[in-house]
């Protein structure tokens, strides 16, 4: 079939069943918009590219298909530079579509040109540059399977706008054939044998579980797995609604930021499992101090993850999912001889955010969502003091419904991808915790959603700082407080009413009660403004003498 290159990406994306694409349109890439104009691909028009990343992102979360975006070239490239790496470090699939400047004039520094694909080498799975209208096809096959398969990522194709304009008789691949990359799904018989012995030979068991575990689908087996070793599970902030956070065993948010039963439970472990956790810096603090009791057992897909931050004594290569119905198959039973017990007691401990006395107290607001919501609701957060709140005190029932920037920590995050999120699973409640400052970041996004008819629920928690890094102030430099304090923040109830969306303001406790049901029962985009103690943390100073055992504490 002859069709132009801007033809042939779109056909590509048809083929692999592609329904929504979020995007910026510019003059490197008119001739692929002009060929999306007669797609039943569904194009979000975002206010900036970052934001066109992040939504492919949000979708990619909750749907578990390859999210899509597509900006112009030079600074519309250079603008989805942040999501990209935002969806790498948290092994999102994703593929970034970027124009390019005419091949013959690529590397002259002409208008608009950017090498996007070595900008962004570090922190994608591949960049392509496509050098020929023939390879289209085959680069967007290797580029979808690259992006969904094994440890999933982001990949970039680069597209000169003149390859977009040449003609070619496309021919879609059957199957890829990529030298090298061969992602090994099944864990090995023999390192499996040794995972069964160490759990029948431990009395203080503990799961950690990762992003690994929700992008594996593995939440049915991972519950069994605790069910029938009787072992409680902890999680890393992207492993969150890989298990109930209403189950018995679950321990809650592991690290720094996290719940004190998560982190006594692995300081005093015998035997710690990972299961698709990568166990950064903020789920262990100092390596050397993290579970110094335990046996460690590590199943991951990427073999590059397992030893690099914790030692490990029983390594499993493998898909989470693949591997634990293949260790489910052996006799795992094992004598619970009060481990549970202890564990049951560490969880009544529960932390504060010190004592409100200058606004609302952000953890009740969120005790309250989370005691509200269908269990299927997906909550969107985005980056700061809001965010560890929400891991720490939301129960999060379902997997695929913790949705948050993990590793890069991104700001201006979370109105985007709640948008993607909305977009992907419209039958769904989508609410956003966002900070004032968070908000701002990408505020234009309000009238993307305005645009698409997205019905998401936003509550921002105004405490009129960058609220973590206050507390960093506060706690590390002596409470100089410099340029944290957010002066000239807009009345967003009167900024959401430009946009044309409904909004309220909430001062007073016995407020909250009635203005989250307000928002929860509102058809349409709504915003509810919680102004909360602006002194409240995440690590509170007038922490007890038994919390000394959270990891990472800051002091």
Known sequence: MKMTGA?????????????????????????????????????????????????ANGYARVTGKVGVCI????????????GIATAYMDSIPMVAITGQVPLSMVGRDVFQEADITGATEPFTKYSYLVKDVNDIPRIFKEAFYLASTGRPGPVLI????????????????????????????????????????????????????GGGAVSSNATEEIVKLAETIKAPVASTLMGIGAFPGDHELSLGFLGQHGVYAANRAVAEADLLILLGARMGDRATGKTQEFAQRAKVIHVDIDPAEIGKNIEVDIPIVGDIKTTLKEMLKKNLNRQDDGWLSKVKEWKSKVQGVGHCTQGLNPMEIIKTLSDMVPEDTILVTDVGQHQMWAARYYKTRKPRSFITSGGLGTMGYGLPAALGAKLGCRHKEVILIVGDGGLQMNLGELATIVQEKAE?????????????????????????????????????VKLAHAYGIEAFRVEREEEILGNIRQLLEHKGPIIGEFVIDPNANVIPVSRREDDETRIGSVG
């Open 7 to 55: 033809e042939a990406v779109v056909k590509a994306l048809e083929l692999e069943k592609v329904e929504l694409i979020f995007g910026y349109p510019g003059g490197a890439v008119t001739h692929i918009y002009d060929a999306l104009y007669g797609s039943n691909i569904h194009h979000v028009l975002v206010r900036n590219e970052q934001a066109a990343a992040h939504a």
């Open 71 to 82: 900006s112009t070239s030079g600074p519309g490239a250079t603008n989805m530079i942040t």
């Open 158 to 209: 680069d597209i000169p706008k003149d390859i977009a304009m040449d003609t070619l008789n496309f021919e879609y691949p059957q199957q890829v054939k990529l030298r090298g990359y061969k992602p090994t799904y099944q864990g090995h018989p023999g390192q499996i044998k040794r995972m069964a012995k160490a759990i029948l030979g431990s009395s203080r068991p503990v799961i950690c579980i």
């Open 456 to 492: 998401v629920k936003i509550m921002i928690f105004n405490n009129g700082y960058l609220g973590m890094v206050r507390e960093i102030q506060q706690q590390l430099h002596g409470e100089r407080y410099y340029q944290t304090a957010m002066k000239g923040n807009p009345d967003f």
